[in-house]
């Protein structure tokens, strides 16, 4: 795939720098998007004149030049690395091989990232190559919108985070209950650490990585980011909150279920209720040129209607919706555009999740959440998974 | 477990700054060391006057104060984030709350490590904040020296790689071969991904994460980097690296054994017997005091006496010992001390891989990888795994 870089190339323009750099190891997703190429270690790519160069050590050169998105490799021995390092050291060598390389390919200024390193940007100063800071991150908004084979990419991501759901929820839904209230399977003690396995196994044999999965029971799920430990109980929400990464694409999907098993007290119930229809109503929000804030608005709605708090109604809140209403997801989990109260407008091929939540360590925690593509006319949910809290 | 900082305040007082600051997720090994907390946003931690301070979002406010290594944990709303964002935008909102977050402490100029965002630094600086890259990364040098805890922990994580190897070996060494010489496992032919899927699993079973693992034969193993993919050959050398991260502890093991099924080429048998001894020379001269250098030098000696090139040799070459002899292993899987050209001294507490290997597109490529521990008197093989090219 070829990125579109007319975004990286205004940006080129609006800030006049003759490149734009990373210097980044192949986790960093500007780094994949840019370059095309995964590695281990930091390598430094540069997006010049409309054209790929990498700039990688002996190591990498072979599978570099056979992999990477680039019309040209080039090593840090090209540069004389060796003999700079005897005269003048580790540090001042690798500034000057760098500032080397970019003065080779006439770039005396460069735009970054607001992550790239500030040890190579400070060393690049000081061999006189100017370093500007793109703070909008135009290589992050560029991955913001998704090509069809992108939209290809997370959709099959998210086919394999569903049979993951599906294992999961098997397992808790055919789980008995013991005399202290917790689930039980095969005999033993259905905790989350097991639940998490079963999630992560079926998602390694349908080729997919993930670093974290939520299984949060109770006061665990309270906190929207806790990953839940011990004893699954009945009658207490369970939160599953699935991102894999699929391992060929480097493309995520993400999805959040809640699943209680048993009777759900008047409030679990309620707020389940809220929350499903704070997600339809967000869903229904989103069509090109609405903004992500209209659409966190229309999930704040629903849950302050119901007198509820959110960090809207009170940003200090500790209970209620206390965290934004979605993200976008393709090469990053977490990436833009962001659906919060400061999200701009959104356009056709941007990727989101939707997923309210309502959270209080006296009650645990409710989260659904979706995952669309933003179309020419409103929104495809690529998710297709049921929303029930019990079994049926 | 606290981490021993002396390095780091003894670095402050060389660059004259007032505090060590961070701005990283929670995958960033200097984070987990400093902060003991985990979370998948940039977060702020500040080390100055012998505490550790967090700065984080509202959302993760409750789960910081519950698990961080933190003395104090503040929020961007204790410094008027909302008010400042209202009148002043994002990016100088961002940059005002941080500066009065470390005002409050009484911190004018922080040192930061070198791959600190330049974005930060650049706002900092403009707040009148004095950012000095510690180009020596203090932190990373105190990771490097292992406390008797941490070398449990990477103890651990090697015994479920050793089990995940055995799992490996035992499908490569039970398969058939059929005629057109590919490995052949219950009646499927076996490949990479076969292989690599078999390791995942056992791992994760064994509570380890794996963002990868090289399982490449033929061609693909002549790249180290080469993850590998497709059949597997017959009387052709097969490249195992697995490198787990314990996801409880987060620390990390390494090791590589190189397999073949039928009858080794007198080259392969002979690179495997040169790269035994190579790894035998390298053990054997690890103790405190020595260098990564002079250990690397113990490598490249016998490469070279018996006529293969390596990088030391001719820096430039594509072919024979093709990269450095090893690194430091654990929050992260590459880092300090480096067993190379360049490596400094060793000291006791330092945990390193020994990994000599020799490659060429044309013959493959062979690896063999333990992982070692540095003694008050010498060195303890962490590794309990036979090396054997081919089955007994």
Known sequence: MDPDLSAVDARLDALDADGYLLDADGTDPNQQYLSGFDAPDPFVTLYAGGTHLLFVRSLEFGRAKRDARADTVERFVDFAYDQRLEEHGRREAAAQVRAAFLRDHDVESVAVPPRFPTGTADALREQGIEVVVDHDDAIEQAR??????????????????????????????????????????????????????????????????LDETIVACGADAADPHDQGSGPLLAEEPIILDIFPRDKATKYHADM?????????????????????????????????????????????????????????????????????????????????????????????????????????????????????????????????????????
């Open 144 to 209: 913001a919108v998704k090509t069809d084979e992108e939209i290809e990419h997370v959709r099959a991501a998210q086919r394999a985070n569903e049979r993951a759901m599906a294992a999961a929820e098997d397992l808790i839904r055919g789980a008995g209950v013991d005399d202290e209230g917790r689930l039980v399977h095969e005999g033993e003690v259905l905790t989350s650490e097991r639940v998490r396995e079963e999630i992560e196994v079926t998602l390694l044999r349908d080729g997919c990585a």
């Open 256 to 392: 959040t279920r809640t699943f209680l098993v048993g009777e759900p007290s008047e409030t679990i119930e309620e707020w389940f209720e809220l929350t499903d229809r704070a997600r339809k109503a967000a869903i229904d929000a989103v069509e090109p040129g609405v903004t992500g804030a209209e659409v966190h608005d229309a999930v704040c709605d629903v849950y302050e209607d119901a007198g509820l708090p959110t960090l809207r109604s009170d940003g200090s809140t500790e209970t209620g919706f206390i965290h934004t209403t979605g993200h976008g997801v393709g090469l990053a989990v977490h990436e833009q555009p962001s659906v919060s109260q400061r999200g701009g407008e959104l356009e056709p091929g941007h990727v989101i999740t939707i997923e309210p939540g309502l959270y209080d360590p006296d009650v645990g925690g409710v989260r659904i959440e979706d995952f669309l593509v933003v179309t020419e006319d409103g929104a495809e949910n690529l998710t297709e998974y049921p929303v029930e809290l019990t079994a049926e």
